[in-house]
């Protein structure tokens, strides 16, 4: 799932750039830029720059959400959430949701942006995403309330060449009550790029009744277009169709057979209204208590929807994966996928599909009773669910949440994962196949966990960010590499 987490997934700040060869000079602004030759950039798997972002001066808590890439790669943006701006606000305990953009072949910082609510309490990131055209860039969160009380979704557009807030808007619950966390979880961005879709957890009670909150917004000027509930549900996950004329909304619901447990719930949206257009479950096992959805895409056609995550009963543990008809929300196909051994935390948290539509990848990570765990991806036929190939990844200490990506031609599928609880792993997998082409594991970035993997297209190169220890706190860590 999308938001901030330490161990899942982030003015007057200052970045630095940490060379891979030879160091420059440290510029005024704090940044050493290095970059390798160019001959060995052509290679793939070439590590190209790595970037870090922190407030200098103090130990920060600077934790990275997301990463995104325009057209060509020519930029990257990474958002997350970054304490520690006492010279802004007075106190560095609460949080700014913070935007960095870099240059994509050099790595060179090209503006950074601090947001804090209205509320005045902090703001953490969950999501980011960017235009089609690429010209800006939008990310989403939570924005506390001072003291305590409701808190709101926030969702902020950026001039993506220059860093300039376009403009800012918060969605909160009609009637508010209690420490209510109505919270933003996923963004998407209409094809035509004339759109904004924002969904999340919306509280409608002090009793903790989640519905998912979904927001239109005029990618233009932020006005609200349609708001839409979903009864009973917790959102982790949002799509749109090619076409634009649907927007897909997955997430958990508490069912009651048997009590207390949880089903996939995706629900489908006229993307022009709001207006529902058909709501789907999914169980997953037999007898299952806890079927927990993590990620939905689309496929290019835009006739199918696959929605990814883990399932659980008493005795089995498992991914699972389904697939519906993208117009009328019929179950094409579902399948579970159970490793041998699983046991405590088993799910799925990233899908993918080739451009062709051909083929679904999806990874996640497996504990296993006997050793550390691993993280496994499994391949399946897109049309027929039948599965393709799978492999699993021994982990050499704590499992994190992988990411992944796919590259443009739909070859090579690339996982970003933590590696002996230090380190980034980035895999560069045959998509055909599973086989792998590259790995690299970089340990520039103490204690590093990624959260996010993006790709550009045309290229690839290929982006991750997630957080690593600096002081007593966190910093961003960004690494880029040739695909």
């Known amino acids: 799932m999308t938001g901030l987490f330490r161990l899942a997934v982030a003015g007057l700040a200052l970045t630095g750039l940490v060379a891979v060869a030879a160091p420059s000079a440290l510029a005024a602004d704090g940044t050493v830029a290095t970059r390798r030759p160019a001959e060995a950039q052509a290679r793939a798997g070439t590590r190209l720059w790595v970037a870090r972002y922190r407030v200098r001066g103090q130990d920060p808590d600077s934790q990275a959400a997301a990463v995104v890439t325009s057209l060509g790669g020519r930029m990257v943006f990474v958002t997350g959430s970054s304490a520690g701006n006492a010279a802004l606000h007075g106190s560095s305990d609460d949080y700014d949701l913070a935007t960095v953009a870099y240059a994509g072949a050099t790595g060179r910082r090209r503006w950074a942006a601090r947001y804090r609510g209205p509320l005045g309490g902090g703001t953490m990131a969950a999501a980011s ?3 089609p055209d690429g010209s800006t860039v939008y990310v989403t969160g939570q924005d506390f309330q001072a003291g305590g009380g409701p808190s709101a979704y926030v969702t902020v557009a950026y001039d993506a060449a220059t860093g300039t807030r376009r403009w800012a808007q918060t969605f909160q619950t009609a009637t508010p009550s209690g420490d209510s ?3 933003a979880t996923a963004i998407a961005v209409s094809p035509d790029g004339s759109t904004v879709y924002v969904t999340g957890d919306d509280v409608t009670s002090s009793a903790g009744g989640y519905s998912y909150g979904t927001v239109a917004y005029d990618a233009a000027t932020g006005a609200q277009l349609w708001t839409a509930t979903y009864a009973g549900a917790s959102a982790s996950g949002i799509a749109v169709s090619p076409d634009g ?6 997430g958990s619901a508490q069912v009651s057979s048997p009590a207390g447990s949880f089903d996939f719930a995706t629900v489908a949206y006229r993307a022009a209204t709001g207006a529902q257009l058909w709501a789907r479950l999914y169980h997953g ?3 299952s208590s806890s079927t927990l959805a993590t990620a939905i ?3 290019p056609h835009g006739s199918s929807v696959f929605v990814t995550g883990g399932t659980s009963s008493a005795s089995r543990l498992g991914y699972a994966t389904v697939s519906y008809d993208g117009a009328t929300g019929r179950t094409r196909w579902a399948r579970t996928y159970e490793p041998a051994g699983s046991a405590g935390v088993t799910t799925a948290t990233a899908v993918v599909l080739n451009p062709a539509g051909t083929s679904v990848i999806v990874t996640g990570k497996d504990s296993s009773p006997s050793a550390r765990g691993a993280y496994v991806t499994v391949a399946y036929r897109a049309a027929s669910g039948a599965r393709l190939w799978s492999r699993r990844d021994a982990s050499r200490g704590f499992l994190t949440f992988p990411a992944a990506a796919i590259s443009p031609d739909g070859a090579t599928a690339y996982l970003a994962y933590s590696d002996n609880d230090t380190s980034y792993a980035i895999e560069a997998l045959n998509a055909a196949t599973g086989a792998e082409r590259w790995r690299r594991v970089y340990g520039g ?13 045309p290229g690839p190169l290929v982006f991750v960010t997630g957080s690593s220890l600096y002081g007593s706190g966190d910093q961003y860590g960004t690494v880029a590499y040739r695909g």
């Not at 004329?245 to 997955?250: H, K, P, R």
């Not at 990624?450 to 550009?456: G, H, L």
């Open 129 to 131: 995403a960017i235009s």
């Open 181 to 183: 966390p109505d919270r």
């Open 245 to 250: 004329s649907t927007v897909y909304v997955t």
């Open 285 to 287: 096992l037999p007898g």
């Open 297 to 299: 895409a689309v496929s």
């Open 445 to 457: 970035l103490a204690q590093g966990v990624p959260d996010s993997i993006a790709v550009s297209r």
